[in-house]
């Protein structure tokens, strides 16, 4: 086995625990339920999903007939990506408000419906006008990197935007140095990680070494990881599961009692 394949097989099995912990958290824990964890859950299942199959196709000959599956399923993992930037510009537009009213289902109707708008161009525009010539292999890769560089583009004017309206509140408003702390780091997360993503297929075209490609692999299969790791170990969560913890001990002592007073 290829060290890309084992880094694929290990971040697919880690991918799949860190989906059971998330559900588990969103399940038990009621006021954790926010616009922001129901949109890194989502992105941490589709992502999952993606990694999942990208691994099976290592070991068996997928069939013809799931290959647009396949490619609806990277697609919503992209918009919820994408559903997560605009959630981002929000708070960051909206700094000073209390909180944003926007619903889960709204973010659920534009990740899949974008998808899927997305996957109806890709299968029936962009094959008739622009890739006649290619076979249906090389067409599905040269769609993915068009789909890539589309929601990059998109992503980085979101950003473009996010930093002129951080700019203006400066100029008209008096951030206090937690604010500005919190807004310079997502801005720094979001640089970097559209980074990463322009990064990705550039190193690919080109020939590199083996160890920055194992590293690119490496950071592929593994990325849901880290997301998973600092959703779950940010300060909100702990506090949401000492919250829970404290309750069910109280509750198992009030058991406890009730039935030793019954005892008596």
């Given at each position: 086995m ?23 958290t ?7 339920r ?10 941490v ?10 691994t ?20 919503t993992?992209?918009?919820w ?6 959630l981002?510009?929000?708070?960051l537009?909206?700094?000073?408000v ?11 109707i534009?990740?899949y419906?974008?998808a ?6 890709s ?19 040269k ?5 890539h ?14 930093v002129?309206?951080?700019?203006s509140?400066?100029?008209?408003k008096?951030?206090s ?11 720094g997360?979001?640089?970097i990680?559209?980074?990463?993503l ?9 020939s590199?070494?083996n160890?920055?490609y ?6 592929i ?13 940010r ?9 829970y913890i ?13 039935a ?5």
């Amino acid at each position: 086995m290829l060290l890309s394949e084992i880094f694929m097989f290990s971040g697919t099995v880690q991918s799949i625990v860190c989906v059971v912990l998330l559900v588990t958290t969103w399940c038990l824990l009621p006021q954790w339920r926010t616009l922001q964890n129901f949109i890194s859950v989502n992105q941490v299942i589709t992502g999952t999903l993606f990694i999942f199959i990208l691994t099976s196709l290592q070991f068996t000959d997928m069939p013809y007939e799931m290959m647009p599956l396949t490619h609806y399923i990277l697609i919503t993992s992209v918009c919820w990506s994408v559903s997560s930037s605009l959630l981002a510009y929000l708070r960051l537009v909206l700094v000073y408000v209390g909180k944003i009213s926007c619903e889960k289902r709204k973010a659920v109707i534009f990740a899949y419906g974008n998808a899927g708008i997305i996957l109806g161009i890709s299968l029936v525009i962009v094959p008739n006008l622009l890739f006649e010539n290619y076979s249906f292999f090389d067409h599905f890769l040269k769609i993915l990197l068009a789909i890539h560089i589309y929601m990059l583009v998109l992503n980085f004017i979101i950003f473009i935007r996010i930093v002129f309206s951080v700019l203006s509140c400066c100029k008209t408003k008096k951030m206090s140095k937690r604010k500005i702390k919190h807004v310079a780091s997502l801005i720094g997360v979001a640089f970097i990680c559209d980074s990463l993503l322009i990064l990705i297929p550039v190193l690919l075209f080109f020939s590199i070494s083996n160890v920055i490609y194992y590293l690119v692999v490496f950071f592929i299969c593994h990325r849901l990881v880290f997301q998973t790791m600092f959703v779950l170990f940010r300060r909100s969560t702990r506090l949401h599961w000492k919250l829970y913890i404290n309750k069910r001990k109280r509750r198992k002592l009030n058991h406890d009692f009730l039935a030793l007073r019954d005892k008596l």
